[in-house]
């Protein structure tokens, strides 16, 4: 796409407030897009506090680093969520992703993607995810002025399982944020899908994190200056977190 053309488009969904945002709904497995929520954890609704006046939605961001909805999206923590939500098989190596079904643009927003892991020590449908998370894949800057989806927009973040992935249910939590230039500001975009990992394991999985705390308001991944803000040069960009784990 044009630069310029993309540039009219974003400037227009940041100028309509009712499609200024996404959510990561529709799991992606086996080169296949499953239904809306079928894997993925629901998200609850809430107001944009850019703009009360529009009706809650639940694929307004997340701006809290300290809450526990940083771990899976709002309300998605939550076993009751996890109970209404299916468990998908994925075999260790294969690629999987996480399609956003609104707005049907893209994921258009400028910033990095990430994906981590944490394994359920039972059933993954009860799981609230206040283990250890590791995290298995992250989306820098493709360029000095790109970031990995702002320049073609997408509607999916793909990415691999690990091979060596130990066996077993776990959460498997999608993130793209949006960082600012204003303090806590930063726009969070989370979602948790329930899969059972099949393979032949053998890996050992670290360095671990958890949600909330692994993010800092203060880092300069999080609250940009400048530079990056302006696209100017995101050369020195580095995407918050643990070191992902290679399997
Ligand atoms: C992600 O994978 C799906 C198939 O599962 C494919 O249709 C889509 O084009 C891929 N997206 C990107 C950005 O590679
Ligand atoms: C997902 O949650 C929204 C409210 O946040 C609700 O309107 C919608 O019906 C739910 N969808 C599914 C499939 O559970
Ligand atoms: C960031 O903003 C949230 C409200 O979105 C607030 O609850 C939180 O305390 C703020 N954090 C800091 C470090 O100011
Ligand atoms: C993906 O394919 C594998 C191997 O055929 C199968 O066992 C698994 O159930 C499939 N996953 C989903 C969610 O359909
Ligand atoms: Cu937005």
Not at 229 to 240: A, E, F, G, H
Request: aromatic letters at 12%.
């Amino acid at each position: 796409m044009k630069p310029s053309l993309l540039l009219t488009i974003s400037l227009s969904l940041l100028l309509d407030s009712v499609s200024a945002h996404y959510a990561f709904s529709k799991f992606l497995v086996n080169n296949t897009e499953t239904a809306q929520w079928q894997y993925v954890r629901n998200l609850s609704l809430s107001r944009d506090p850019h703009n009360p006046a529009v009706e809650p939605l639940n694929y307004n961001p997340m701006f809290n680093l300290e809450s526990v909805d940083m771990r899976c999206g709002r309300d998605a923590w939550k076993p009751e969520r996890g109970a209404t939500t299916k468990v998908a098989t994925v075999i260790a190596g294969e690629k999987v992703g996480f399609r956003i079904e609104y707005p049907a643009v893209g994921i258009f927003h400028d910033g990095p993607g990430t994906a981590y892991l944490s394994k359920a020590p039972g059933n993954v449908k009860e799981y609230p995810g206040d283990g250890n998370w590791f995290k298995i894949h992250e989306a820098g800057p493709i360029s000095k002025t790109c970031w990995p989806f702002s320049c073609d927009v997408p509607a999916e973040y793909n990415f691999t399982i690990p091979r060596k992935t130990p066996p077993g249910q776990y959460l498997l939590r999608v993130e793209q944020f949006w960082p600012r230039v204003m303090f806590n500001e930063s726009q969070f975009y989370v979602s948790c899908a329930q899969i059972d990992v099949v393979g032949p394991g053998g890996g050992k999985p670290g360095p671990f994190a958890k949600f909330p705390g692994v993010y800092d308001n203060y880092d300069p991944g999080v609250w940009v200056d400048d530079s990056i803000n302006m696209k100017r040069d995101l050369s020195s960009y580095k995407v918050p977190g643990p070191a992902p784990w290679k399997g």
